[in-house]
């Protein structure tokens, strides 16, 4: 990991929320951990989304500018209050949400300075959760048509979403990550065999939707990238590590992996991608929820001390 600012700029779009874990609130939703990480990996990246005018929204906005993460694109809704999650973990880490509904970010409206930063920005990252109500699922495929590089991670958590919009929402994606449960779910919608094995069902629904490439992530089994065009497919093994609670580690998988894929070193290799995106994902897994403090020192550190005790560092 270096401390380089990168050139690249970066933009989120969706939910931005209080996790309130076992051991106390932390801030959350998926694209706002996205955007924490990308700005802690050197690429600048703002966030299109929705606070209550109250005061989790206040505070919210105010521990955002505090890890780095640019607010000028976070809107005040007056109607509608700051969104906020009962985060449950299990005995095996399993974590299950009970996310209310309706609040602010479900009505992200659009603005000539969204579409600024759209056209501005190399990537688009965005989720199906904020597609669950019709005025922020709008917005976002108004901004989809003049994004870049579109990545969809794919976030089912029930009863929020809907077969239609997340098959739409994929049509418009470059990239996308998604787990094993979700890669089954919409083979399904597909009419896809799930006999198959998941390299197949990503290759008919890279070829269905017009997907560019796909990681499908294991949890302890690690992640596998494909690519349509180039034919190409990598497993890399997740580290092993004393898990605290996996809250935000896919998120930081996909910040870690987009800085390497879109930084424009052609010498990086899919291999070094990947393993990037593992180690910092196994950091934030030991770490308690999904936006801990690091910096490359503390990376780098920890890499060197996991390949030490694998005994691949002479």
Same mark, same amino acid.
């Given at each position: 990991?270096?401390?380089?600012?990168?050139?690249?700029?970066?933009?989120?779009?969706?939910? #931005? /929320?209080?996790? +309130? =874990?076992?051991?106390?609130?932390?801030?959350?939703?998926?694209? *706002?951990?996205?955007?924490?990480?990308? %700005?802690?990996?050197?690429?600048?990246?703002?966030?299109?989304?929705?606070?209550?005018?109250?005061?989790?929204?206040?505070?919210?906005?105010?521990?955002?500018?505090?890890?780095?993460?640019?607010?000028?694109?976070?809107?005040?809704?007056?109607?509608?209050?700051?969104?906020?999650?009962?985060?449950?973990?299990?005995?095996?880490?399993?974590?299950?949400?009970?996310?209310?509904?309706?609040?602010?970010?479900?009505?992200?409206?659009?603005?000539?300075?969204?579409?600024?930063?759209?056209?501005?920005?190399?990537?688009?990252?965005?989720?199906?959760?904020?597609?669950?109500?019709?005025?922020?699922?709008?917005?976002?495929?108004?901004?989809?048509?003049?994004?870049?590089?579109? #990545? /969809?991670?794919? +976030? =089912?958590?029930?009863?929020?979403?809907?077969?239609?919009?997340? *098959?739409?929402?994929?049509?418009?994606? %470059?990239?996308?990550?998604?787990?094993?449960?979700?890669?089954?779910?919409?083979?399904?919608?597909?009419?896809?065999?799930?006999?198959?094995?998941?390299?197949?069902?990503?290759?008919?629904?890279?070829?269905?939707?017009?997907?560019?490439?796909?990681?499908?992530?294991?949890?302890?089994?690690?992640?596998?990238?494909?690519?349509?065009?180039?034919?190409?497919?990598?497993?890399?093994?997740?580290?092993?590590?004393?898990?605290?609670?996996?809250?935000?580690?896919?998120?930081?998988?996909?910040?870690?992996?987009?800085?390497?894929?879109?930084?424009?070193?052609?010498?990086?290799?899919?291999?070094?991608?990947?393993?990037?995106?593992?180690?910092?994902?196994?950091?934030?897994?030991?770490?308690?929820?999904?936006?801990?403090?690091?910096?490359?020192?503390?990376?780098?550190?920890?890499?060197?001390?996991?390949?030490?005790?694998?005994?691949?560092?002479?």
């Amino acid at each position: 990991m270096k401390k380089e600012q990168l050139k690249i700029k970066g933009l989120c779009f969706g939910e #931005v /929320l209080w996790d +309130n =874990l076992p051991n106390g609130k932390k801030l959350g939703g998926a694209p *706002l951990n996205v955007a924490y990480h990308l %700005n802690q990996l050197g690429v600048h990246t703002q966030i299109i989304s929705c606070v209550g005018d109250d005061g989790p929204g206040n505070e919210l906005i105010a521990s955002c500018q505090e890890l780095g993460v640019p607010t000028r694109l976070i809107a005040t809704d007056q109607l509608h209050p700051t969104s906020s999650v009962e985060v449950h973990i299990d005995a095996v880490n399993d974590v299950t949400y009970d996310i209310v509904f309706p609040v602010a970010w479900d009505f992200i409206e659009n603005t000539e300075a969204q579409v600024y930063a759209v056209q501005s920005a190399d990537f688009l990252v965005f989720g199906s959760l904020c597609a669950r109500n019709e005025v922020s699922f709008v917005t976002l495929k108004e901004l989809l048509t003049i994004a870049k590089y579109k #990545v /969809l991670d794919v +976030n =089912l958590r029930a009863p929020h979403y809907s077969k239609e919009r997340v *098959l739409e929402l994929l049509e418009y994606a %470059n990239l996308v990550k998604m787990n094993k449960e979700e890669l089954i779910v919409i083979a399904r919608w597909l009419g896809l065999p799930t006999s198959h094995t998941d390299s197949r069902l990503v290759d008919e629904i890279m070829e269905r939707c017009g997907v560019d490439e796909v990681i499908v992530t294991y949890g302890a089994g690690g992640a596998v990238y494909h690519a349509r065009l180039a034919k190409v497919r990598y497993h890399f093994p997740a580290l092993s590590v004393t898990v605290k609670d996996t809250v935000g580690s896919g998120d930081s998988f996909l910040a870690a992996f987009l800085s390497a894929r879109m930084g424009g070193r052609e010498d990086l290799a899919i291999e070094d991608m990947m393993g990037f995106a593992a180690t910092l994902s196994a950091f934030v897994t030991q770490s308690d929820g999904g936006c801990p403090h690091y910096d490359a020192k503390t990376i780098n550190r920890f890499e060197w001390i996991h390949y030490l005790a694998k005994g691949e560092v002479s």
